[in-house]
């Protein structure tokens, strides 16, 4: 079958307009009825029938309606439809349900894509006992992915290497897996490319892209470098545009507190906090670096080993 000779809806009917077929044997036979409707009848093989004109008119109906998937399994199935004797429903859900599955996959990859995340990092992975200033309950609430239906935001607080950005991430990928488009970015990038959009007058097209459009935004490392300005007048934009319309995560190593100098300014910092935790779970998280874990395990185990073995 050849694409380039797609169905027009016209010829469409014209061929409705045919005789159906009858092959009323043992097998499943495709026919048209007067008014163009497809009917389902039973014919020997589908290997017969891929000879057939219906069986070809069939492929290039799927092929109109992009249902690709399905046109190129239609010989198997009806193949399957055969040897399994099933009625034309369980033929036409077993047909359009491969097609459903191949879609969803291909969705799921362009969301993968659009998400951004850095890493894969799950919960499972996480070790809570390392943490122990991490309420288990709050994380487990999280996990619910109920803060995205009721536009909550989540602010995760604490030094370098805590597990900010993998509990982030953890969340993020559970948003995606569960069909949120998700949408992760380091603040100093989110400011770059705003500044940039707005620079090149395509803002608006960002602004639906990547801040308004996913229902969760992750920004991380908020706090790690000062912000001019500017830059801290980008950050109030996408806090208050989103403000009670989509969720943000956010990372800090800096305490709200010490907000006021991230942002060089008192009045833009209160604001963005202000709406950030208007409606939020803040997780501060006092602790241990998990980078550090081994250097410090290494320490405890050196120290007895060095007072049995005296001063070199
Ligand atoms: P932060 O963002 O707070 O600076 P990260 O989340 O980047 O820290 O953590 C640093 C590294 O340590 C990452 O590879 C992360 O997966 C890992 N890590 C941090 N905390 C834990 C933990 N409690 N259990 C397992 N891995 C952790
Ligand atoms: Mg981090």
Same mark, same amino acid.
């Given at each position: 079958?050849?694409?380039?000779?797609?169905? @027009? *809806?016209?010829?469409? =009917?014209?061929?409705?307009? =045919?005789?159906?077929?009858?092959?009323?044997?043992? %097998?499943?036979?495709?026919?048209?009825? *007067?008014?163009?409707?497809?009917?389902? #009848?039973?014919?020997?093989?589908?290997?017969?029938?891929?000879?057939?004109?219906?069986?070809?008119?069939?492929?290039?109906?799927?092929?109109?309606?992009?249902?690709?998937?399905?046109?190129?399994?239609? $010989?198997?199935?009806?193949?399957?439809?055969?040897?399994?004797?099933?009625?034309?429903?369980?033929?036409?859900? %077993?047909?359009?349900?491969? #097609?459903? #599955?191949?879609?969803?996959?291909?969705?799921?990859?362009?969301?993968?894509?659009?998400?951004?995340? *850095?890493? @894969?990092?799950?919960?499972?992975?996480?070790? +809570?006992?390392?943490?122990?200033?991490?309420?288990?309950?709050?994380?487990?609430?999280?996990?619910?992915?109920? +803060? /995205? =239906?009721?536009?909550?935001?989540?602010?995760?607080?604490?030094? *370098?290497?805590?597990?900010?950005?993998?509990?982030? /991430?953890?969340?993020?990928?559970?948003?995606?897996?569960?069909?949120?488009?998700?949408?992760?970015?380091? $603040?100093?990038?989110?400011?770059t490319n705003l500044q940039g959009?707005?620079?090149?007058?395509?803002?608006?097209?960002?602004?639906?892209?990547?801040?308004?459009?996913?229902?969760?935004?992750?920004?991380? =490392?908020? %706090?790690?470098?000062?912000?001019?300005?500017?830059?801290?007048?980008?950050? +109030?934009?996408v806090v208050s545009k989103r403000?009670?319309?989509?969720?943000?995560?956010?990372? @800090?190593?800096?305490?709200?507190?010490?907000?006021?100098? /991230?942002?060089?300014?008192?009045?833009?910092?209160?604001?963005?906090?202000?709406?950030?935790?208007?409606?939020?779970?803040? /997780?501060?998280?006092?602790?241990? @670096?998990?980078?550090?874990?081994?250097?410090?395990?290494?320490?405890?185990?050196?120290?007895?080993?060095?007072?049995?073995?005296?001063?070199?």
């Open positions: 079958m050849s694409r380039s000779q797609p169905v @027009s *809806p016209l010829v469409a =009917e014209n061929r409705g307009a =045919e005789k159906p077929q009858d092959s009323r044997d043992d %097998g499943l036979a495709i026919s048209r009825t *007067p008014k163009g409707a497809l009917r389902l #009848e039973n014919a020997k093989t589908a290997a017969s029938l891929s000879n057939t004109t219906v069986f070809h008119r069939l492929q290039e109906l799927l092929h109109y309606l992009e249902l690709g998937t399905s046109a190129a399994n239609l $010989a198997g199935a009806l193949e399957t439809a055969r040897k399994q004797e099933l009625s034309a429903a369980e033929f036409l859900e %077993g047909l359009l349900r491969k #097609e459903v #599955e191949v879609a969803m996959a291909r969705r799921m990859k362009s969301r993968a894509r659009l998400a951004n995340l *850095p890493t @894969s990092k799950t919960l499972q992975t996480f070790d +809570f006992d390392f943490q122990p200033s991490i309420d288990r309950g709050v994380i487990a609430e999280l996990s619910t992915l109920r +803060f /995205i =239906e009721e536009r909550r935001n989540v602010v995760l607080l604490g030094p *370098p290497g805590v597990g900010k950005s993998h509990l982030a /991430i953890a969340l993020g990928l559970l948003a995606l897996n569960a069909g949120y488009r998700v949408r992760f970015t380091s $603040a100093a990038a989110l400011v959009n707005y620079e090149r007058g395509t803002l608006l097209k960002r602004e639906r892209q990547a801040i308004t459009g996913p229902p969760l935004l992750i920004v991380d =490392e908020l %706090g790690y470098l000062p912000l001019d300005q500017a830059a801290a007048n980008w950050i +109030f934009h403000y009670e319309r989509g969720s943000i995560i956010i990372t @800090s190593n800096r305490g709200f507190a010490d907000w006021a100098q /991230i942002f060089n300014d008192v009045v833009v910092a209160t604001a963005i906090v202000d709406r950030l935790i208007h409606n939020a779970t803040v /997780i501060n998280i006092r602790g241990k @670096s998990y980078r550090m874990r081994n250097y410090l395990a290494d320490q405890r185990e050196d120290r007895p080993a060095s007072v049995l073995n005296g001063p070199p």
